[in-house]
């Protein structure tokens, strides 16, 4: 059942046994886990079915650290969270992304990544994707489509598949409606989790609406699911609940992306179609899903390269330059606009966007599926310029010191908004030197082109792009002096207050981490529901 | 694969943007190393001048002509590939080059436009 709040009396009081906080993936998949159990679930949703300007607002933030970042501008605080605006990537992390490495202080995970692929196989099918598998050589043999051939001692193709992509609000709506258990309350802002006054005990959330009603959820345990930088806000709202160890919104971390390096290829030769976003019909999969799955091509490094050379992750897709070709971010755009306008209300990239989409308009007509045409269309026609983008995804380093903390300022309902202190260590940018060498010669000794880097010899910054895929706010840890969450995604210091979402990660590597949100809040339902089924007894 | 065949004439047309800061012509026909290799003479003029300004050490005749003696147009792809191998590259406005390409394209400049450069 969904409930406007605003329909509730004041001071009403909402019981159930579990309460989760957002209904972005990690919550979505969580209540989608509990449907039809015996579990009593209340799901507290900030905004409402679309945005408003007032909901939107309770982001904005003071960013004091690297000028990137843009704490607003890529989450979205309706029915579905920040899924609303999701491009759909998704690629599981790697070994290498896990483990501790030299030259990654901080960087290992409690957990494997033996013990999450059960969870990521399940989170396939949550997210819309096609087969769980990301070998090339195994989509080559379905496809048709190669990998271009490099010397795989210096760059690999990865693989990621893209998600329709799925917008958790819309498509789990249905089940969030008709779950007899679960009861979804929009428009409903945790302010503040009241605990025991050793804080080891979550006892209720206070809750308000725009309307000024104010109201209250109690329940057995507390999930929090509202995203990488509102779980770490909530937790220090709460008289700094769960930070004990000054570990709530330390090691924050985002991806940076950057298209310093280009490609220029030979007169009317084009990129391998693996790298362009190709389409691959479902019929070829022997599947029974008419959607075609799409894929992308990265050119990364190697595993144990990053490792010899201490080098962070990092991925490069290709981009046509050209001023004649659709690049397929109009069609893009333009069904994203069309689809939810209210979508962008107050956010800042709608004109760039909206430029796209007028860039290219005397191309929409005709295209049915973007992303398909997106692929093959571009691949099959000459690139008039032979210029590609080389954009690059860049993993940041773990850095206590980048973090996110309460500002002076304050929301609407009077608590403080966040200040963010972003930081890289200046080891981002050697790595993504290194790379691009590394990618210059193996396109160079393949014959394919030739790479110019615009990247300053002597930058320890990454130059523009931006930041995206907030995460680490609230990490996972076995020592509490490293982490606020254990590796059941249980707060050190509160017994019964879990989190869910990119706030726990580790460390993220490189790739969308919407796919890896999902496995770990399947693992965590698993958990939940041993819990509450009593096969599972939580120590205090 | 066909797309590995890539002709090397990177430095053509392409008033894309601005993106391109090296100078651009069309690709010569005919039997020379720079065709080999698909750079036309105007391209390589100025890659030449570019490689030579940020590498002044490569500027005496004697030796830049005797580096690229042995280069043929039936080896010269071969050398190219070697050179990017083994690391022998060069940053040429930002375009990572072989230095057997650099140094072809320097050799190509003519006596004249090389005493431009360093008289």
């Known amino acids: 059942m969904i409930i406007d709040s605003h329909d509730l009396p004041n001071g009403h009081r909402i019981e159930a046994d579990l309460v989760i906080v957002g209904t972005g993936p990690a919550g979505v998949t969580i209540a989608n886990e509990f449907a039809g159990s015996g579990t009593r679930v209340a799901v507290l949703e900030a905004g409402g079915l679309v945005p408003t300007e007032e909901s939107m607002d309770v982001y904005r933030a003071d960013n004091v650290g690297w000028p990137g970042s843009n704490p607003a501008g890529v989450r979205a605080r309706y029915l579905g969270g920040t899924s609303n605006l999701w491009t759909g990537h998704c690629r599981p992390l790697e070994r290498v992304d896990m483990e501790e490495r030299p030259g990654i202080p901080h960087g290992g995970w409690p957990i494997t990544l033996e013990e999450l692929d059960p969870f990521y196989a399940r989170a396939h099918a949550v997210c819309q994707l096609g087969p769980y598998d990301f070998d090339v050589n195994s989509w080559t043999q379905r496809s048709g489509l ?45 302010l503040e989790l009241d605990s025991t006054g050793d804080g080891a005990h979550v006892n209720a959330a206070r809750i308000a609406t725009y309307q000024g009603t104010e109201l209250s959820a109690t329940a057995d345990t507390f999930v929090l699911a509202c995203g990488g930088m509102e779980n770490p806000r909530l937790l220090l ?46 019929e070829k999969l022997g599947i029974p899903d008419p959607a075609p799955v799409r894929l992308r091509g990265y050119f990364c490094l190697p595993e144990g390269l990053m490792r010899e050379e201490q080098l962070v992750n990092m991925n490069v897709e290709i981009y046509p330059i050209d001023p004649w070709a659709d690049n397929g971010k109009a069609r893009q755009s333009w069904d994203l606009v069309r689809e939810q306008p209210s979508a962008f209300l107050g956010v800042e990239i ?31 026609q000459p690139n008039t310029t032979g210029m590609y983008a080389l954009q690059t995804y860049v993993e940041q ?28 260590s200046g080891a981002e940018a050697a790595s993504l030197r290194r790379l691009y060498e590394i990618l210059a010669s193996a396109f160079g000794k393949a014959n394919f082109g030739r790479v110019r880097v615009e990247l300053p010899r002597d930058a320890v910054q990454i130059r523009g792009g931006g930041a995206t895929h907030h995460h680490s706010s609230t990490r996972m840890h076995e020592d509490p002096r490293l982490g606020v969450v254990n590796r059941d995604c249980r707060c050190h210091e509160v017994s019964n207050l879990y989190i869910a979402g990119s706030s726990v990660f580790t460390r993220a590597g490189v790739w969308n981490p919407t796919l890896t949100i999902v496995a770990l809040a399947l693992r965590l339902s698993d958990h939940l529901r041993e819990y509450f089924d009593g096969t599972l007894q939580r120590a205090a | 694969m066909e797309h590995c065949n890539a002709r090397r004439n990177f430095l053509r047309t392409a008033g894309t943007a601005g993106l391109l800061t090296l100078p651009i012509g069309r690709a010569i026909s005919g039997v020379s190393l720079l065709a080999a ?83």
């Open chain 1, 146 to 190: 190669e990998p271009l051939d490099l010397d795989p001692a210096l760059i690999e193709t990865k693989l990621s598949q893209q998600s329709n992509p799925t917008r958790f609000g819309a498509v789990y709506r249905p089940m969030l409606e008709s779950a007899p258990n679960i009861e979804v309350y929009l428009n409903a802002n945790v």
């Open chain 1, 237 to 282: 709202n709460s008289n700094n609940l769960a930070n004990g160890n000054d570990m709530v919104g330390r090691f924050f971390a985002g991806h940076f992306y950057t298209a310093s390096c280009s490609l220029l290829l030979g007169r009317n030769e084009i990129a391998p179609p693996l790298y362009l976003l190709p389409a691959v019909p479902a």
């Open chain 1, 350 to 380: 709608l004109p760039r966007h909206l430029r796209r989409v007028l860039r290219d308009l005397w191309r929409l007509p005709g295209h049915d599926d973007p992303v398909e045409d997106f692929g093959h269309d571009v691949a099959r």
């Open chain 1, 397 to 424: 380093l773990p850095n206590p010191q980048s973090r996110i903390r309460l500002g002076r300022s304050r929301d609407a309902f009077g608590k403080r908004r966040l200040q963010v202190d972003l930081q890289f």
């Open chain 2, 37 to 119: 290799i698909d750079i036309d003479p105007e391209a390589a003029r100025i890659i030449g001048r570019s490689f030579l300004e940020a590498y002044p050490e490569e500027w005496n005749t004697r030796r830049l002509l005797t580096s690229v003696a042995h280069v043929d147009a039936f080896n010269v792809n071969v050398l190219i590939q070697r050179d990017f191998a083994a690391g022998r590259t060069v940053s040429v406005d930002g375009w990572v080059l072989s230095q057997t390409e650099a140094r072809l394209c320097a050799a190509a400049m003519g006596r004249g436009h090389r005493r431009e450069i360093n008289p």
